[in-house]
């Protein structure tokens, strides 16, 4: 069964869309069920193999940091706002990222993006340089160091 349909949710849910859009008959359920099947056998043949964390520790750590981490910008980003904004200055950070993992760098920069007051702008997979935007940025070196020892190192304790 896995053979001839290797995303069923994926199959069905294209039937479904595809109903959706037709009038429902028999001939627009058999078609779009064909289109269903072959679009699942191509997703199967070009989708990567699923990466899986080593530990599942420092993902749970990792995730009340991440909240904990979004509260707390939440009210200093709405300060910034709200407040005179004197002394405020925008900037933008270099961090040399060890991770290689593409799961674990698509996961930092859905902590970093999600964080209100700093954005992911580039990756170099080369040198394994990010761009960041900080909306108040204070010290350079002090972001490098949160995004290494914060966030990074529990991403690589989990993946490796």
């Known amino acids: 069964m896995k053979r001839l349909l290797p995303h069923p949710i994926l199959s069905l849910g294209l039937v479904g869309v595809w109903l959706l859009l037709t009038r429902f008959s028999l001939g627009h359920l058999m078609l779009g069920s064909a289109v269903a099947v072959v679009a699942g056998w191509s997703f199967a043949r070009i989708e990567p193999g699923a990466p899986r964390p080593r530990a599942l520790w420092p993902m749970v750590c990792l995730a009340g940091v991440v909240a904990r981490d979004i509260l707390r910008s939440n009210f200093a980003v709405a300060w910034l706002l709200a407040g005179p904004g004197a002394g405020r200055k925008s900037g933008f950070v270099h961090v040399q990222l060890r991770l ?13 993006t999600a964080t209100p007051g700093t954005a992911w702008l580039e990756y170099d997979d080369e040198t394994g340089v990010l761009l960041l935007h900080v909306f108040d940025l204070k ?3 002090e972001w490098q160091d949160l995004i290494a020892n914060r966030y990074e190192s529990l991403l690589m304790e989990a993946f490796g």
């Open 139 to 141: 010290d350079p070196a």
């Open 100 to 112: 290689k993992n593409r799961l674990a760098l698509g996961m930092l920069a859905v902590i970093i």
